[in-house]
């Protein structure tokens, strides 16, 4: 009897986890269909032909290529430092992880304030004749200041995984810090890292309230694909429509090989 009893009590919880997912998976899909519904192959080859679309869709996968490397210069050896325990860790860890919680426009403002042309920063670089704010460097920033998290935390997830005995191993025969890193920690992560990259590039490319809030909307200077979907939205829906599908695609296929990089290095590891 209490067999039977758990059996028809673990039937329910699957029963209700599987509907729970159904209706996640279907609210989803839904909002996907209705943008798709709105577009046919041929109108959005039109649009991609419009040379605002066409501004848009260069000038975001520059900047986004451009922060994507600032990312992985800067984030790998942040993360490499956070895989490692020190006094006021779990400060760094929280400072460095706050933009990705961050409403978007806060974002922005904070960047600003800092690199405008009264910030706190910005102002001194004015004196040099440098002028950050509405450019398309502070697309840049914006993009690496909201991005940078997703790979960091990746990253270090990766780099905490390695087998410490192995750093041992290569000290103890008189390896360098910076060597051993190179041959001993970096080359397993590196799957992990290509992810969380991933990752990182795709919510790059979908930065909107920090980049409209810190560098403008200034068409062929600042205004990538999302302000581009923002703008068109208003004046020309097939050409929003067409920007969202692109952004639409590439987002599900740099979130997929994420998936697929991640998956394959906890096979392996």
Known sequence: MIQTGARVRDASISFAAVAAAALCVAFVLVAILGLVAHA??????????????????LLSLKTTAAAAALIVVFGTP????????FHGRAVVETIVTLPAVLPPVVAGL???????????????LGEGGIQIAFSSVAVVLAQTFV???????????????????????????????????LRVV???????????????????LGEFGATITFAGNLP?????????????????????VAIALVLLAVSFCALLASRLLARTHEQNA
């Open 40 to 57: 046919s192959a041929a109108s959005i080859v039109v649009e991609l032909k419009n040379p605002v679309v066409l501004d848009a869709l």
């Open 78 to 85: 942040l993360a490499a430092l956070l895989s490692r325990p």
């Open 110 to 124: 904070a960047l600003l304030l800092a690199f405008g042309r009264l910030g706190l920063i910005g102002h001194l």
């Open 147 to 181: 991005a940078a998290p997703f790979y960091v935390v990746a990253a270090r997830s990766a780099f905490e995984r390695v087998d410490p005995e192995l750093v041992d191993a290569a000290a103890s025969l008189g390896a360098s810090p910076p060597y051993a890193f």
């Open 186 to 204: 970096l080359p397993p992560a590196i799957p992990a890292l290509v992810a969380g990259l991933a990752l990182a590039w795709a919510r790059a």
């Open 220 to 240: 062929g200077v600042t205004q990538t694909m999302p302000l581009a979907v923002y703008v068109e939205g208003q004046e020309d829906l097939q050409a929003a």
